[in-house]
């Protein structure tokens, strides 16, 4: 069974940058699409940057221009990054590392980010 291995996040003041990673613990045939998602606290999670097959990308427009996702696959395993820069106190959330393949989604098992003021 694929699972989905994170690391990074933790605390950080405002303006601050944070890196996540993911990785797969096999290659996951037929990926299309590979990111994160987040839930706020008291909130529901939503998707916050996502790359598909073909390298486009999506973003929450509130992370627009601030966060940046890179995605890798390789025969070993696919990989994803996200660059979190001028981090803000909304930020703060637990963050998913999301991938589907067209069958089934895999989440991570979730990263506390938090930002304080």
């Known amino acids: 069974q694929v699972q989905l291995v994170e690391s990074g996040g933790g605390l950080v003041q405002t303006g601050g940058s944070l890196r996540l990673s993911c990785r797969s613990t096999?290659?996951?045939?037929?990926?299309?699409?590979m990111g994160w998602y987040r839930r706020p606290p008291g909130d529901e999670r939503e998707p916050v940057a996502l790359?598909?097959?073909?390298?486009?990308?999506?973003?929450a427009r509130s992370v627009q221009g601030r966060f940046t996702v890179v995605r890798t696959d390789a025969q070993s395993g696919n990989r994803v990054e996200l660059q979190m820069d001028d981090l803000k106190p909304e930020d703060t959330a637990v963050y998913y590392c999301y991938a589907v393949d067209g069958l089934q989604n895999y989440w991570g098992q979730g990263l506390q980010v938090t930002v304080s003021s």
């Open positions: 790359q598909r097959n073909g390298g486009a990308t999506s973003y």
């Open positions: 096999e290659k996951i045939y037929g990926l299309n699409t």
